[in-house]
């Protein structure tokens, strides 16, 4: 069953801005996550918010949880070209549950 | 170099001929998964392995086996394919079980394409 929903659906922005997605989901959680996906490649892991924890940075991302409203988001600040990729929210309850992800293109 | 390896990376095959989709981790994690990715369905998991001899069902399992009789291989067996089973199939490993002490993220595969006509 579909845990985590990303919004929105696919996000274009110029290079230098900041991107933002956002993830809800409907149960309680261990951890969230969030992963990269480039064009029908591997997913990459991009970091974890454990559920008592209510944001994490690392480098250009910063990663918010509000387990009362049962959401997340994920910030990427001066994005770049690199940065285009689809991103994906995974909850972690009994292993992962994956939203449908956000597309994301960076316009040069 | 720390990685999940899969093979094939593409694989055409006919409804109804059994083929193996085999997974190895280099990490010796004991968690290991099969997803699927389909558009518009996003990655739904397939079955995943606590351990060794260790195996359970996902969201998707009807028409996939798995077997881990070795902590570092997971393959995924398809008895008799059928065309909607036609999907990227990934493969992770995690170094920590699901539960509220996981801090750490899982290692995907490379994907694996199949089509089956």
């Known amino acids: 069953s579909q845990q985590g929903e990303e919004d929105p659906q696919a996000l274009s922005i110029q290079e230098g801005e900041n991107a933002t997605m956002n993830c809800s989901y409907k149960?309680?959680?261990?951890?969230l996550q969030w992963y990269r996906q480039n064009s029908g490649r591997g997913l990459v892991h991009l970091i974890l918010i454990r559920s008592n924890e209510r944001e994490k940075h690392s480098g250009r991302l910063r990663v918010t949880l509000d387990t009362s409203k049962k959401s997340s988001s994920l910030l990427i600040t001066a994005s770049r070209a690199a940065d285009t990729a689809s991103y994906f929210c995974?909850?972690?309850?009994?292993?992962?549950?994956f939203g449908k992800g956000t597309h994301l293109i960076i316009q040069p | 170099e720390a990685q999940v390896t899969q093979n094939p990376r593409y694989l055409i095959t006919v409804t109804g001929k059994k083929l193996t989709v085999t997974c190895s981790q280099n990490?010796?994690?004991?968690?290991m998964s099969w997803y699927r990715q389909d558009p518009g369905l996003g990655l739904r998991q397939i079955y995943y392995s606590m351990n060794v001899e260790v195996t359970d069902k996902g969201d998707v399992p009807e028409g996939y086996k798995v077997s881990r009789k070795e902590k570092r291989n997971f393959p995924l067996i398809l008895e008799s394919p059928s065309p909607n089973q036609t999907s990227l199939y990934f493969c992770?490993?995690?170094?920590?079980?699901?539960?509220?002490?996981?801090?750490?993220?899982?290692?995907f595969g490379s994907g694996t394409r199949l089509t089956v006509v």
């Open positions: 992770a490993s995690s170094s920590q079980l699901p539960g509220p002490l996981g801090n750490y993220g899982y290692t």
């Open positions: 990490m010796n994690h004991e968690y």
């Open positions: 995974a909850t972690d309850v009994d292993g992962l549950t």
């Open positions: 149960t309680s959680i261990n951890n």
